[in-house]
């Protein structure tokens, strides 16, 4: 079975920190990667998307970056933070067979 | 524009009952549909899906049903109980492209003992 790890667990951070927030997907060979963020009391949106190690697609600009360093692993990050990057940030996988996402235990961020 | 509405907040049901959870959408590319629930702090769980070349789905007391000329889906939920308790999020995705997964904004349902 595919297991989908997301750290850290919750994260409070200063303005003009850097972030590094982690997936890793087990069980599953070279899965289509999503990073989602969700502002409090908004609607769920994805950021970046990947689908082979090496490459990944933005798809919102929120002055954030992803990578995709190996074929199970999947990396949010910025140098400097900002006040409305907080939020709750999600990893998902898509099971090509039938197209269903799952989605992580996600990282709930706090930037102060 | 919000490419995948939901339109009611909130909903209240009694216990028995069935819910009905509404969501509409604008691309007519979107080709696969579905229901989420969420529970506050958690992240969302796939409770059903449907592709467009079916206009309904059941899953026990899950059923999902699929208008693609007025571009609507609905998840109705049958013999409703207090742990069905939850937010409840709407999703589509076009298959040509890069399946990006939208999701509407949810609607709060409360099954009421």
């Known amino acids: 079975a595919q297991t989908i790890h997301q750290w850290p667990v919750a994260e409070i951070k200063a303005v003009g920190s850097p972030l590094s927030l982690g997936c890793t997907i087990k069980?599953?060979?070279?899965?289509?990667l999503y990073w989602y963020w969700q502002a409090t009391g908004g609607t769920l949106q994805q950021l970046f998307y990947s689908i082979t190690v090496g490459q990944v697609e933005s798809v919102v600009q929120l002055n954030l970056s992803a990578s995709r360093p190996k074929d199970d692993q999947f990396i949010l990050s910025t140098e400097k933070l900002l006040l409305s990057h907080s939020g709750f940030y999600l990893c998902?996988?898509?099971?090509?067979?039938?197209?269903?996402?799952?989605f992580g235990s996600g990282t709930r961020l706090l930037v102060i | 524009g919000q490419q995948v509405k939901q339109s009611s907040p909130s909903l209240t049901v009694q216990e028995g009952g069935i819910s009905i959870l509404n969501c509409d959408y604008e691309?007519?590319?979107?080709?696969?549909f579905a229901w989420y629930k969420k529970y506050p702090d958690n992240s969302p769980t796939l409770l059903i899906s449907?592709?467009?070349?079916?206009d309904k789905r059941e899953d026990g007391r899950l059923t999902v049903f699929l208008n693609k000329s007025g571009k609507h889906f609905s998840l109705h939920i049958t013999a409703s109980q207090p742990e069905d308790t939850a937010v409840y999020l709407c999703a589509a995705a076009a298959s040509s492209g890069s399946w990006q997964l939208i999701f509407g904004s949810g609607t709060q349902l409360t099954v009421m003992p």
């Open positions: 691309n007519d590319m979107f080709d696969y």
């Open positions: 998902a996988w898509r099971d090509r067979a039938n197209s269903d996402y799952t």
């Open positions: 449907v592709r467009s070349n079916v």
């Open positions: 069980g599953k060979s070279s899965p289509n």
